[in-house]
């Protein structure tokens, strides 16, 4: 089944084209990633697919959705992680994802990422769903400490790969600490300015001061308690995207919807992860959604027809429909 060309995408690029100069096949992330969220805000939504382990296959559910579907998404989403494996497979990661920006595609990073109370390498019940005490986060919030230095080593660890990133043009929608408003990572669930907040403000810091330019920094939040999400949130100049994972519904609510207007101001919002594709019903009802990531593994469990349904929608852009040429 052949889909109809989004008329509203083609508009929007005729926007950025317009201050863009010549029209090129360039990827349209090329005129700025955060621009081009912009434009399709209200009237289009990114499809995206995370990818996950083994990252020596970082295709692997992208392709099966070409599969179900015929389109490739038009966002490609991507994990540092944390076992030893994937660790030493990551320049597999950062190849896949410069080849998926130069075919036009959005690229997106999370960073499962080890307490700095451990090694490089960890588990995820005992390492990446570990614990601090109150003690070692304050220790680690705290400037020049032996807990703060090594989570700016462990942040060190991305920098190269991040770096390549930048020398080859990709502009990485980047989510460090995601779900920070939840409990379930060493990393999250702290409210108030010395809690993950702070943590992120940590994060923002050390990798702008290592150069890194071209990371647009996406602040995710889950939608277990929206009620508070101001308590997590860092400065404004540290947040360029707000997105929220929806995995206690079935799809985001008009509240989480709401909540998130709220809590972005006039950044972009984003459905960071998803277990379900959003139906074209709930993308008309709430059409600020600039892309959807469906995670990994949970496309095995997804409907086909309601996958094709989603990604054959006039609302929702794939990969090819993301051209500017």
Known sequence: MRRRRSVPLLAAAAVLLATAGPATAAPPAATGTLDYLRAVSGTNTISGQHNKEPLSNPTRWTQQVHDITGDYPGLWGGDLLFSEADVRDRQNLVDEAINQWNNGALVSLT????????????????????ELSDEQWRELITDGTPLNQAWKARLDEAVPYLRQLQDAGVQVLWRPLHEINDGWSWWGGRPGPEGSAAL???THEHLTGQGLTSLVWNWNVKDSDISDLGSYRPADEQVDVASID????????????????????????AL???????TPELLDAQPLWTYFMLWAEYLDDHDPAEL????????????????RG
């Open 111 to 130: 960073w499962h990422v080890c307490p700095p109370t451990q090694g490089s390498s960890c588990t995820w019940d005992d390492g990446v769903r570990a």
């Open 246 to 269: 929806i995995w206690e519904k079935a799809a985001p609510t008009d509240a989480d919807y709401q909540a998130m207007l709220a809590v972005a101001g006039d950044r972009p919002i």
């Open 308 to 323: 094709q349904r989603t990604y054959w929608d006039d609302r929702v852009l794939v990969l090819d429909e993301m051209s």
């Open 272 to 278: 960071g992860e998803v277990g379900t594709t959003p």
């Open 200 to 202: 992120y403000r940590i």
